[in-house]
């Protein structure tokens, strides 16, 4: 409560500049940065792909309206800053291609609403809503959300076309069996557990190789983890995101890897196959570089970039499911604020500790 | 499963009788909240919330006998505060406090009784019998005591006025 | 910023568009005497200077109006001879658009000098007696602060410093008065710089000045050639570099730690204005009564750098230069990072004023506020190293402690953060805003301190009047007693004695009485 001012209205403050962008064009660029990858993506996975994409996003922004009604703010001004489709956008890249529609639904429903506006809407937030969906959705429905599908591009002979790719993501038409597969990761742990180690499972058909090229079955955002790169690698370019995380994640999975895969070759798998499956390239370089929910320092960026990455490699070789990106980052979320507490940067005239510097005679 | 409930039920009943001998052996027996609330208050003893001066009404506030609301000079500010202090949840919007406020002589009013200057608290109010009186501004509390005693009607409360040194901004508004 | 630079280079600090020229290259504009002058008392940091001159008085020009009040204070000086019209209130050149006290003077077009005597030698004289002259002469900090010279100048010879910086970086966009300065008065600022080094104790002066003003650079290095303890240092341009934390640190690699000033650490700072001003105040014995302001804004006439003399309202100085181009947006004096917005173009110019600028609708940053994302850009701008995204979302909360903890008082105001937030967050509001709360709420708990006091004593002289009152009663009642005593007149001396000493009993129970009642 302002008790001392004047009775003018009050008075425009300084800088009477600007030199930021927006936070629209921040999330331009981000879509941009997406849409190679997006695209390859719905040219593997053909329509049922498209279409449940369409419906994530809209799901997102329709729950994001309905929220933001709620709270009596003006939907479409916030609409615009695109947060919502960029949370659909990147679900819809972690969720099997050819899922039901509900999946997207559901999805929407909980990164929105549950995942976001529950805790005040956009900056609030402490865990990232994208994950927040895909970690409940698979844990919920653990069947739909790992059927995967082997590649089948658009413009092959079997691939469905429109009406039936339709049919397929409502639901009235069932995944023909021949379709589906599992994925790099999903074969590895499963033939581990029948005690099939890693030198006999991964044949031609998982060998690596396929997925420098996305040839193999997983999520949109898994199978072209080149295109993912490259992306992550023009936004770090054009300053929206920094180095620090994404690094930290990627050096959190080779470093354990490459030990791993160097002791024991039928039991850990190389560095090459963890950093080219699942969505570890999403994940570093669009998922844990959220800001909402990440740290804002530099070390604590690397600091948290190398739990991301290291729990990551631990869920995958001794977790229960085969893919951790998800639950790392999710985990390392919970620690954002305390990293944060305990990486502030020094202030000038002040040591580490806060206290004021002693003065050198 | 007979043992899992018998189990649990004897360490319910276990947690509970130790919270229970807590509560005996550990009990705070004096509240030290009382001095602490009194340097709180304006410490001018004015009697405005109806206790006979401030050590009174801080009593009474920390026993529950008084609102954090009942003293007029501290205003919103104090009742905020103690309601922090003690953990009470209040209505602000039900304190009137159009903010601080002091004593004004109107001068071609003042008969010189002296009533006024009797009461005042910190001797804020200056000026001898038949001659017109003043408010020395820096004594002022704005405990408002003084302005029922005047016979002419001549005081009356006024806001602080603002000056260039102690302008402050006001708070953005938050998106 | 590319991204090696942000890896290898320290980057605090923010690079907004210099828009300088072509201000910066238009010579000089002595601006005439203007119709009336209003010249406020209150023009520094300290006390108000106190009137020495009444309504109706004649005034020679550069003669004294006002004195300094107690020690951190300064003089004011009539800007040009003419008469006394009032000393009343004018609209400060404040956003908050609250009255100051100015004295009125009518120019009687002579525009006499009173009879000024430069020293002929400085460095004979005695540093005090330096220090005395510029006090008298009113040079206060012109390069915002308005921190009384002569105050600084004792301080650095006090605590034995040995370098005094010169401060020609003016890092602000739009302001170019200090590069003008430098390029038409270099030889002035040198001698100035070498008086204050004598005043001050100081062994060498570094003159910091940006890379973009090359020019400057070039006519400093010149004047500066003949005298080895005076060094010219570019510096990278960039925006705070002016700010005097920054500034040390830049030219001599040393902290100031945050309780103590630049002189614990050696160094005192002075702008290249005030080194002008000194110039002027010793070597031509002329007090500070007028100054270099930059014009400048996309809705100014003829942006450019004026001289102005104290007290010219901003509409008359504007007048001159050719008025503004359509309605501006917005009026601003200083730079536009830390300049302050003015209620309207009838406010008068001050010791510290730098410039005036008149932003037209486009180049204002209106926007409205978004919420917070928590991209940090703000904490990568903060040149102190403060984590403004945090500090904020404390202010929000109205958890002003928490934001002091976070290092609220070291906050410089400088706006980098504000001009960095992608959601347009007014985030300087918020700090100033916390600031102000939490001056105000120190002032409050100072003033009920004061007031207790009152109360206490109040009470005090209730119970010893009342004291008093019960002694007098008893007195009179004894006294009447003696009083029927006396008429027994054979009584003996002893018994006269005894009475006295019956009355004195008498009057000791009635205290007691009075003080248990």
């Known amino acids: 409560m302002s008790l001392n001012t004047a009775t003018l209205p009050a008075p425009a403050v300084a800088p009477h500049v600007s030199g930021a962008g927006s936070v629209t064009r921040t999330m331009l660029i981000v879509q941009a940065a997406l849409l190679p990858a997006t695209l390859y993506g719905f040219w593997l996975y053909g329509w049922p792909a498209i279409f449940l994409f369409l419906l994530t996003v809209g799901a997102c922004v329709f729950f994001e309206f309905f929220c933001l009604r709620l709270a009596g703010k003006a939907p479409a001004a916030h609409l615009l800053d695109g947060s919502a489709v960029l949370t659909g956008w990147l679900l819809a890249l972690t969720l099997p291609p050819w899922a039901p529609w509900w999946v997207a639904v559901v999805g929407g429903l909980l990164a929105i609403v549950f995942g976001k506006h529950v805790f005040g809407g956009i900056g609030q937030n402490p865990f990232n809503p994208a994950m927040v969906a895909r970690v409940a959705l698979l844990v919920s429905f653990p069947i739909p959300m790992t059927l995967w599908v082997a590649p089948l591009p658009i413009t092959a002979a079997n691939a469905p076309g429109i009406l039936e790719g339709l049919r397929i993501m409502l639901g009235s038409l069932p995944i023909p069996d021949a379709v589906s597969s599992a994925t790099l990761l999903g074969h590895a742990k499963t033939e581990l557990s029948r005690g099939v180690d890693l030198l006999h499972s991964l044949g031609a058909a998982h060998g690596p190789m ?39 994640m990627l050096a959190g999975i080779a470093l354990p890897a490459a030990i791993g895969h160097a002791g024991n070759p039928a039991r850990y798998l190389d560095v090459g196959s963890h950093l080219l499956s699942g969505g570890v390239m999403l994940g570093a370089f669009f998922i844990a570089t959220d800001y909402v929910t990440s740290p804002s320092t530099a070390p604590g960026k690397l600091i948290f970039g190398f739990g991301c990455g290291f729990l990551t490699y631990v869920i995958r070789t001794w977790g229960g499911y085969p893919e951790g990106v998800a639950f790392a980052v999710l985990l390392m979320n919970t620690l954002t604020p305390v990293i944060d507490r305990f990486t502030m940067p020094r202030i000038l005239g002040r040591d580490r500790r806060g206290q004021p510097l002693s003065i050198k005679s | 499963m007979i043992v899992a409930i018998l189990s649990l039920a004897l360490l319910g009943l276990f947690l509970g009788l130790g919270l229970g001998v807590a509560d005996r052996i550990f009990k705070v027996e004096t509240n030290p909240f009382i001095a602490e609330v009194e340097s709180m208050m304006p410490g001018s003893n004015c009697g405005q919330c109806g206790f006979p001066g401030c050590a009174a009404a801080a009593r009474a506030i920390v026993e529950g006998e008084a609102a954090v609301t009942c003293c ?6 104090l009742a905020a505060a103690l309601a ?92 | 910023m590319g991204f090696f630079e942000k890896i290898f280079s320290s980057h605090w600090g923010v690079h907004p568009d210099d ?115 510029v006090a008298d002469a009113g040079v206060v900090g012109l390069g915002g602060a308005t921190f009384p010279s002569s105050v600084k100048l004792a301080l650095g010879l ?68 003949p005298y080895g303890e005076v060094k010219i240092c570019p510096v990278p341009a960039r925006y705070p570099m ?132 928590r991209c940090g850009s703000c904490i990568k701008a903060c040149p102190m190293g403060l984590m403004p995204l945090e500090m904020a979302a404390n202010i929000r909360a109205e958890k002003l402690d928490g934001a002091e903890k976070l290092g ?105 009485e009075g003080a248990s009642a």
């Open chain 1, 210 to 248: 396929l997925s420098l090229i996305g040839e193999r079955s997983g999520s949109l955002g898994e199978t072209a983890a080149w295109l993912i790169l490259g992306g992550g690698l023009a936004m770090l370019f054009l300053g929206v995101i920094s180095w620090h995380i994404p690094l930290a």
């Open chain 2, 72 to 77: 007029p000079p501290g205003g919103k500010n």
């Open chain 2, 84 to 175: 922090t202090r003690l953990g009470v949840s209040i209505d602000l919007s039900q304190v009137k406090d159009d903010g601080p406020k002091i004593a004004v002589v109107a001068e071609e009013l003042c008969i010189g009784c002296c009533r006024c200057s009797k009461v005042c608290p910190t001797d804020a109010l200056i000026g001898a019998a038949k001659q017109i009186h003043d408010v020395l501004r820096e004594a002022c509390t704005g405990c408002s005591s003084c302005i029922e005693k005047c016979p002419t009607e001549a005081l009356t409360m006024k806001p602080v006025p603002v000056t260039l040194q102690h302008w402050i901004w006001p708070k953005p508004i938050a998106a």
């Open chain 3, 19 to 133: 828009h300088k020229r072509p201000a910066a290259d238009v010579p000089v504009l002595r601006l005439p005497v203007p119709p009336r002058l209003f010249v406020p008392l209150a023009q520094h940091v300290g006390a108000a200077a106190r009137p020495r001159v009444v309504v109706g008085q004649k005034v020679l020009k550069g003669e004294c109006l006002a004195e300094a009040q107690g020690n951190i204070s300064a003089p004011i000086h009539a800007p040009t001879s003419g008469t006394i019209l009032a000393i009343d209130e004018i609209t400060a050149p404040h956003p908050s658009g609250l009255p100051l006290l100015a004295v009125s003077i009518a120019p009687d077009g002579d525009d006499r000098w009173f009879d000024c005597q430069g020293l002929g030698d400085p460095f004979a004289e005695s540093p005090q007696a330096i220090a005395k002259r």
């Open chain 3, 158 to 225: 006090r605590s034995g410093i040995d370098t005094l910086i010169v401060n020609g970086s003016e890092c602000e966009p739009y302001l170019s008065c200090d590069d003008r300065l430098m390029r038409d008065k270099a030889l002035s600022i040198v001698n100035g710089v070498r008086v204050m080094l004598h005043s001050s104790g100081a062994k060498q002066a570094l003159v910091g000045i940006e890379d973009n003003k090359p020019e400057a650079i070039a006519a400093m290095r010149e004047a500066a050639k």
């Open chain 3, 242 to 373: 002016g700010s005097d934390r920054q500034l040390i640190l830049e030219l001599t690699g040393r902290e100031v730690p945050s309780d103590a000033r630049a002189a614990d650490v050696g160094v005192i700072v002075h702008n290249v204005g005030t080194a002008n001003a000194v110039y002027d105040a010793i070597y031509r014995g002329r007090p500070l009564i007028s100054r270099l302001i930059t014009l400048n804004g996309g809705a100014m006439g003829a942006p450019g750098n004026y001289e102005v003399l104290i007290g010219t309202t901003v509409a008359d100085v504007v007048a001159y230069a050719g008025g503004f181009k359509g309605d501006p947006a917005r009026l601003i004096m200083g730079g536009p990072m830390m300049g302050t917005v003015l209620p309207h173009a009838r406010v008068p110019v001050v010791k510290g004023t730098a410039g005036i600028l008149a932003f037209s609708a486009a180049e204002v940053a209106e926007q409205e506020a978004r919420n917070c994302i």
């Open chain 3, 408 to 512: 609220l008082a070291d906050c410089i105001a400088c706006g980098c953060c504000a001009y960095v937030c992608p959601s347009n967050i007014p985030l300087v509001q918020y700090f100033s805003y916390a600031k102000g709360a939490l001056s105000a709420q120190t002032r409050a708990q100072l003033r009920q301190e004061a007031t207790k006091k009152l109360a206490l004593s109040r009470q005090e002289r209730l119970d010893r009047e009342n004291r008093e009152k019960v002694e007098a009663a008893a007195r009179r009642k004894a006294e009447r007693a003696a009083q029927a005593a006396k008429a027994s007149e054979s009584a003996p001396a002893e018994a006269k004695a005894a009475v006295k000493e019956a009355v004195n009993e008498a009057v000791k129970e009635a205290v007691k």
